[in-house]
T-cell receptor, first 115, second 111 residues
């Protein structure tokens, strides 16, 4: 079946603008995760959803970052007033449910460049 | 000190050689141990996961976990140029949804 999809694949934006990144998880997967991968860094956990609920938002770097998930499927990560340090690859993953978080499947990522 | 340490390499081996990758960790609560492969400009791909200590084999790939030493390994036998990628280890506690990742080791298999 189809894997995790993300759009756009690349996004170049000017400092101060808002951006929205989209993730479509594997059909039937109720848990969804957002990560950030910066050059030379490991994956940094941002937030996860079980269904439409985000029990833990502590990984979000600042209040400029927010995420939502509707209908238990598609999720959107929004970054307001982008800064240059937000430049990174934003990865989305999904798993059957949160108890199977050890088996996460990743999308191709969105490469964000803030100029 | 990072929770998960992984030598970034790079590692270069001739085709057919055995590739040996490893990670060390500090959190004794970790019970799930995963290996991901990431090609350039792609998302990580789950290769295999292991629960607690022991070995697991899948084709040319073997994962080993030694919880007493807090050390995990991935071996790739009969390496191929298509194995050239960055390999990431990840781990989590039983009760935790968060994965802790290593920084990744870049591997090149020379034809």
């Amino acid at each position: 079946g189809a894997g995790v999809s993300q759009s756009p694949s690349n996004k170049v934006t000017e400092k101060g603008k808002d951006v929205e990144l989209r993730c479509d998880p594997i059909s039937g997967h109720t848990a969804l995760y957002w990560y950030r991968q910066s050059l030379g860094q490991g994956l940094e956990f941002l937030i996860y959803f079980q269904g439409n609920s985000a029990p833990d938002k502590s990984g979000l770097p600042s209040d400029r970052f927010s995420a939502e998930r509707t209908g238990g499927s598609v999720s959107t990560l929004t970054i307001q007033r982008t800064q240059q340090e937000d430049s990174a690859v934003y990865l989305c993953a999904s798993s059957l449910d949160v108890s199977a978080s050890y088996e996460q499947y990743f999308g191709p990522g969105t490469r964000l460049t803030v100029t | 000190q990072k929770e998960v340490e992984q030598d970034p390499g790079p590692l270069s081996v001739p085709e057919g050689a055995i590739v040996s990758l490893n990670c060390t960790y500090s959190n004794s609560a970790f019970q799930y141990f995963m290996w991901y492969r990431q090609y350039s400009r792609k998302g990580p791909e789950l290769l295999m996961y292991t629960y607690s200590s022991g070995n697991k084999e899948d084709g040319r790939f073997t994962a080993q976990v030694d919880k007493s030493s807090k050390y995990i390994s991935l071996f790739i036998r009969d390496s191929q140029p298509s194995d050239s990628a960055t390999y990431l280890c990840a781990m989590s506690a039983d009760w935790d949804y968060k994965l802790s990742f290593g920084a990744g080791t870049t591997v090149t298999v020379r034809a």
